[in-house]
T-cell receptor
């Protein structure tokens, strides 16, 4: 079974530039998450999708971050403009929902963003 | 190589009794360790974290965990379970840019 695919693997940009990350979840997984993991910390949930609808985006800095999942499959996360503190690994995860719980939680390899 | 093993896929306790969720890890470097909780229809929520300071870590909602290097364990405990504790719990180890999630433990609270 193919895992959660993310690209690019690494990205280096200057502050105030824009960047986009892409995620393709496991086939059939209705729930998709984007997490931000700053070095030395655990992952922080940025946004959760159920199919193409947003379930939770309470910790997404909406002045600069945006995410979409137009067809309920793959998703993009964008930062515009980037700040130095956005340097982190951006993880995408997907899961299958059953009776209110999520199973088969699978994480992608992540995109390491460095803002200089 | 790093790994995380959550020893029980399901744990059932009665309300008001202690909770113990077990986690063992292996890591080549000094790891950071975390416990996350996932309630139905929600994303992961951080319960507590260990980052090489005090070995007994207190988290939210009365949970705590003790880092035992000699046993490579980071078990999660709570003195008295509440119905709202019913959820999925994940033990996580990170080192540099690697993050490893355990497979999760489903906690059931019996009335």
């Amino acid at each position: 079974e193919a895992g959660v695919a993310q690209s690019p693997r690494y990205k280096i940009i200057e502050k105030r530039q824009s960047v986009a990350f892409w995620c393709n979840p496991i086939s059939g997984h209705a729930t998709l998450y984007w997490y931000q993991q700053i070095l030395g910390q655990g992952p922080k949930l940025l946004i959760q999708f159920q199919n193409n609808g947003v379930v939770d985006d309470s910790q997404l800095p909406k002045d600069r971050f945006s995410a979409e999942r137009l067809k309920g499959v793959d998703s993009t996360l964008k930062i515009q403009p980037a700040k130095l503190e956005d340097s982190a690994v951006y993880l995408c995860a997907s899961s299958l929902e059953y009776r209110g719980f999520n199973y088969g939680y699978t994480f992608g390899s992540g995109t390491r963003l460095t803002v200089v | 190589a790093q790994s995380v093993t959550q020893l029980d896929s399901h744990v059932s306790v009665s309300e008001g009794t202690p909770v113990l969720l077990r986690c063992n890890y292996s890591s080549s470097y000094s790891p950071s360790l975390f416990w996350y909780v996932q309630h139905p229809n929600k994303g992961l929520q951080l319960l507590l974290k260990y980052t090489s300071a005090a070995t007994l870590v207190k988290g939210i909602n009365g949970f705590e965990a003790e880092f035992k290097k000699s046993e490579t364990s980071f078990h999660l405990t709570k003195p008295s379970a509440h119905m709202s504790d019913a959820a999925e719990y994940f033990c996580v180890v990170t080192s540099d840019d690697k993050i490893i999630f355990g497979k999760g433990t489903r906690l059931h609270i019996l009335p």
